[in-house]
């Protein structure tokens, strides 16, 4: 009877050992675990019926029985193993990304040009000691005109077209509008640019646009002279355009500098499309400048004894004309994607 039952122990661990090891997923495997080692399995009935044996039989059996069952346990431990790890190099080579596949194109927008050169601008002269300040696209005629030395009915405000606004306000037509708050507000040396849209009432063409952007600069402080002013000019179109750029100063007139002049940039070396721009005589203007007035020192607290300074208005869309080669103005506030998607 006894050896019996240790021959039906052999036989059960012969067979489900062979079972178990064929096992191909975890669910069966599962399975094979409850019909071997489970409550109704045989294993466990000969275990439960120990008891009953002869006691000097029953030594040999508890310990062969405990064996299989050790032994299957240890099967199943090591195939659950081996399973699980199948299934998770399954996973990952059902899941596997291939990183050099080039990513679908999405539609996202960017920055308008304008915006893009506006922050180029920012980041050069920042970096030369620069700080930002932004104008008021709605001002007072005060701070438009007058206190940039152009009084009510000087003839001086013919030169600019203007939006009048109700309210003696204008739509600003340059961003010199800013230089009496700022030179009124700032401790010397003052060195500040303006980045900022302008308005201007008058028929648009391929060089002008009735809004357009402009970048004021002011630099106040003592003994400040025309050399700082058109070093500094340079030292920026040279960054702006990455290469070394020829500039033009010709004297020019503007109520709230004196001297002041004209800078026009040196376009045969710079783009085609420019000579288109620049009328065939290979310059372009790009911004007017000079020393500023006493009269608008003396207005904003500033001592022209002591003080003297530069400015200058550069319109932002030229440059970037001149930089990619663009010949009309006007594309800039199309809204035309054709040209924005360029950028
Ligand atoms: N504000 C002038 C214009 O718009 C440009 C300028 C600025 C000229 C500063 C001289 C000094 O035409």
């Known amino acids: 009877m006894s050896q019996k039952i240790l021959d039906k122990l052999d036989k059960i661990e012969d067979e489900a050992q062979s079972v178990i090891q064929e096992v191909k997923n975890l669910d069966d495997l599962e399975k094979q675990r409850i019909e071997n080692l489970g409550r109704k399995s045989e294993l466990v009935k000969i275990l439960r019926s120990i008891k009953d044996v002869d006691p000097d039989k029953r030594d040999d059996i508890g310990k062969k ?18 399973l699980v790890e199948l299934k998770l190099e399954k996973e990952i080579d059902e899941d596997w990304i291939d990183v050099t596949v080039p990513p679908k194109k999405l539609n996202i927008g960017h920055l308008h040009p ?19 300040e932004y104008p008021y696209e709605i001002d007072s005629e005060f701070h438009n005109f007058d206190a940039v030395n152009i009084p ?3 003839p001086a405000r013919d030169m600019w077209d203007t939006f009048w606004i109700e309210g003696d306000n204008v739509a600003i037509t340059h961003t010199s509008s ?11 040396p003052i060195r500040t640019i303006i980045p ?14 009735h809004t357009f952007y402009q970048v004021e600069g002011i630099y106040v402080d003592r003994g400040i002279t025309m050399n700082n002013m058109l070093g500094t000019l340079k030292a920026f179109f040279d960054e702006f355009f990455g290469q070394n750029t020829n500039i033009l100063f010709t004297p020019d007139f503007f109520p709230f500098v004196e ?14 499309g420019f ?8 310059w372009l ?28 208005g550069v319109g932002l869309e030229r440059l970037i004309m001149l930089k990619y080669d663009i010949d009309d103005i006007r594309l800039f506030h199309s809204g035309d994607l054709r040209f924005i998607r360029q950028f």
């Open 152 to 154: 009510k009915n000087h």
């Open 196 to 209: 900022g849209k302008c308005f201007r009432n008058e028929a648009t063409d391929a060089r002008h646009e």
């Open 178 to 188: 800013m230089q009496h708050r700022i030179i009124k507000s700032k401790e010397t």
């Open 259 to 272: 001297p002041g002049g004209m800078v026009s940039i040196d376009c045969s070396n710079l783009s085609e």
């Open 65 to 82: 029985a405990n064996y299989v069952k050790n032994k299957l346990e240890e099967t199943i431990q090591t195939q659950r193993k081996k």
């Open 285 to 312: 203007e790009v911004l007017g400048c000079g020393m500023i007035h006493p009269k608008v020192l003396e207005m904003a607290g500033k001592d022209p004894e002591v003080y003297s300074g530069f400015a200058w």
């Open 275 to 282: 000579k288109k721009v620049s009328k065939g005589t290979g």
């Open 114 to 132: 304008i915006t893009q050169m506006q922050q180029l601008t920012e980041n050069i002269f920042t970096r030369m000691g620069f700080d930002i």
